[in-house]
């Protein structure tokens, strides 16, 4: 699995989850693991702007596939 691909995220978003759920619901974990995710992508110190923005897109893909 590609890191940082829609489907690395998806794994993540999930295992996160279930990880957490005594802690949060599924959503709040979800939101949880996407801020911390764009918080690091952000402060990540890559020099290519379309490298950030490739991972940004897959992370909200696959918060958008995860959350249904």
Known sequence: ???FSVA?????FKTYAEQNEDVFSK????NSYYVSM???I????INKNS?????IR?????YQNCRS
Do not use: G
Not at 51 to 55: A, F, Q, Y
């Open 58 to 62: 897959n992370l909200n893909a696959a």
């Open 51 to 55: 490298e950030l923005v490739k991972r």
């Open 1 to 3: 699995m590609e890191q």
């Open 27 to 30: 959503q709040q974990a979800m």
């Open 42 to 45: 952000i402060n990540d110190n």
């Open 38 to 40: 764009v918080s690091t």
């Open 8 to 12: 690395f995220f998806e794994e993540n």
